[in-house]
């Protein structure tokens, strides 16, 4: 019963709603599902590490994100507010060439498994919803936390399949335009997501 509620645990922190899941869905929409699959995984593989620290007990990873939490806001949304304004240039390239993206230097497995990093709020996340969700951890039983860990990655990588394959069913129906009109609304978002993490770095000088 632990291990179906780390999937489910996995499932709904990876729910595509932030600025990585939007990404994600940008990558299936320009490119295939395959590599939108691959980019979500890679941000779980991310998840997965600060799932491990909260399962593990790591007390020093709190302790640093509360004494810079609006530190890590404002630099995550600076990054995030780079790569918004990025989409958006590429769209607005795209709709008057009509040209398929360029490949990029990185996979994006590693790019989102490096923002993903960036950001370890990820880490109280994982504290709140084992909180919410009455999951108790007892460090004295590493096997069965390791497994609990696996199964919250395994909760992931299963939404990011549904998720990509579904994206890659509808976008078949869409016209040329939809596609720009999603790219440009999904870089508009992560802009915004940007934005705000960086009013709330400024508001915690």
Same mark, same amino acid.
């Given at each position: 019963?632990?291990? /179906?509620t780390? /999937?489910i645990?996995? &499932?709904f922190v990876t729910?595509?709603?932030g600025?990585?899941g939007?990404?994600?869905?940008?990558r299936?929409?320009?490119k295939d599902?395959?590599?939108?699959?691959l980019a979500? /995984?890679?941000?779980?593989?991310? !998840?997965m590490v600060y799932?491990s620290?909260?399962?593990l007990?790591a007390?020093f990873i !709190?302790?640093?994100?509360?004494?810079?939490?609006?530190?890590?806001?404002?630099?995550t949304?600076?990054i995030?507010?780079i790569v918004g304004?990025?989409?958006?240039m590429s769209g /607005?390239?795209?709709?008057?060439?009509?040209?398929l993206p360029?490949?990029?230097?990185?996979?994006?497995?590693f790019?989102?498994?490096l923002?993903?990093?960036s950001?370890?709020?990820?880490?109280?996340?994982?504290i709140?919803?084992?909180?919410?969700?009455?999951?108790?951890?007892?460090?004295t039983?590493?096997f069965k936390?390791?497994i609990?860990?696996?199964?919250i990655f395994?909760g992931?990588? &299963?939404?990011?399949?549904?998720?990509?394959?579904?994206?890659?069913?509808?976008?078949?129906?869409?016209?040329?335009?939809?596609?720009i009109? &999603? !790219?440009?609304?999904?870089?508009?978002?992560?802009?915004?997501?940007? &934005?705000?993490g960086?009013?709330?770095g400024i508001?915690?000088?």
């Amino acid at each position: 019963m632990r291990y /179906i509620t780390g /999937i489910i645990i996995g &499932i709904f922190v990876t729910l595509p709603v932030g600025p990585l899941g939007l990404m994600a869905i940008q990558r299936t929409i320009k490119k295939d599902w395959k590599t939108g699959c691959l980019a979500g /995984i890679g941000a779980a593989l991310s !998840d997965m590490v600060y799932s491990s620290i909260a399962v593990l007990g790591a007390s020093f990873i !709190d302790e640093f994100i509360n004494k810079n939490k609006y530190f890590i806001s404002g630099t995550t949304g600076i990054i995030f507010l780079i790569v918004g304004i990025n989409i958006l240039m590429s769209g /607005i390239e795209k709709s008057k060439l009509k040209e398929l993206p360029k490949e990029e230097g990185m996979h994006p497995f590693f790019i989102h498994f490096l923002l993903g990093l960036s950001n370890p709020m990820t880490f109280i996340v994982f504290i709140t919803v084992f909180a919410a969700m009455g999951v108790s951890i007892d460090n004295t039983e590493l096997f069965k936390n390791v497994i609990f860990v696996i199964s919250i990655f395994i909760g992931s990588c &299963i939404l990011w399949l549904v998720t990509s394959n579904i994206v890659e069913k509808t976008k078949s129906r869409l016209k040329f335009e939809s596609f720009i009109f &999603i !790219d440009k609304l999904i870089g508009a978002v992560i802009v915004i997501f940007g &934005i705000c993490g960086i009013f709330k770095g400024i508001a915690g000088l």
